[in-house]
T-cell receptor, first 113, second 117 residues
Framework: EPEVTQTPSHQVTQMGQEVILRCVPISNHLYFYWYRQILGQKVEFLVSFYNNEISEKSEIFDDQFSVERPDGSNFTLKIRSTKLEDSAMYFC???????????FGQGTRLTVV | AQSVTQLDSQVPVFEEAPVELRCNYSSSVSVYLFWYVQYPNQGLQLLLKYLSGSTLVKGINGFEAEFNKSQTSFHLRKPSVHISDTAEYFCAVSDRHSGGSNYKLTFGKGTLLTVNP
């Protein structure tokens, strides 16, 4: 069964460093999303992406964040200069055409030290 | 703007007992409603969803949920739980009138269901 895959599963980075979280959405899906979950808090929407551009973004998604679909399969989230408060589980998701169901990856746990 | 409240952060139950996980939402627009489950070290998996029609929806693993518009609730139930149902359960909503398939989800904080033998 097709699934959304995310790499790495866990990343540790030093404060101020740039990180790139990678996702491979399901191949025929059209909308792609990033969500994050800070430990003990709710899952929060960051950004949605369609047709090679940002469709919607939350107030969390400030200038230090960017997304890209560099080729036909990968969907990346870049955090330019990580802060301690960026430590969270980051989930990638995608939805197929005409569907309301989002398919989620297993998440990348980002730890900023 | 939408918000989702899951009143119970943790629900411990014994195996084969019934369980109800509560979810209330608030929204200025019509919404779709979802329950997702997260097993340890795994991603979020859709349990069930309410889009329209019958207010009682059935999902995977014997779970069901009932949409109550007047109470703005979408409680999740299972008549008899198993050890394997131990997981975190998330209620979520999305705007019915989003463009295309851009169904941004607003989640509750989650309820950790622990099933004990």
């Amino acid at each position: 069964e097709p699934e959304v895959t995310q790499t790495p599963s866990h990343q540790v980075t030093q404060m101020g460093q740039e990180v790139i979280l990678r996702c491979v959405p399901i191949s025929n899906h059209l909308y792609f999303y990033w969500y994050r979950q800070i430990l003990g808090q709710k899952v929060e929407f960051l950004v949605s992406f369609y047709n090679n551009e940002i469709s919607e973004k939350s107030e969390i998604f400030d200038d230090q964040f960017s997304v890209e679909r560099p080729d036909g399969s990968n969907f990346t989230l870049k955090i330019r200069s990580t802060k301690l408060e960026d430590s969270a589980m980051y989930f990638c998701a995608s939805t197929p055409p005409g569907s309301t169901e989002a398919f989620f990856g297993q998440g990348t746990r980002l730890t900023v030290v | 703007a939408q918000s989702v409240t899951q009143l119970d952060s943790q629900v411990p139950v014994f195996e084969e007992a019934p369980v109800e996980l509560r979810c209330n939402y608030s929204s200025s627009v019509s919404v779709y409603l979802f329950w997702y489950v997260q097993y340890p070290n795994q991603g979020l998996q859709l349990l069930l969803k309410y889009l329209s029609g019958s207010t009682l929806v059935k999902g995977i693993n014997g779970f069901e949920a009932e949409f109550n518009k007047s109470q703005t609730s979408f409680h999740l139930r299972k008549p008899s739980v198993h050890i394997s149902d131990t997981a975190e359960y998330f209620c979520a909503v999305s705007d019915r009138h989003s463009g295309g398939s851009n169904y941004k989800l607003t989640f509750g904080k989650g309820t950790l269901l622990t099933v004990n033998p």
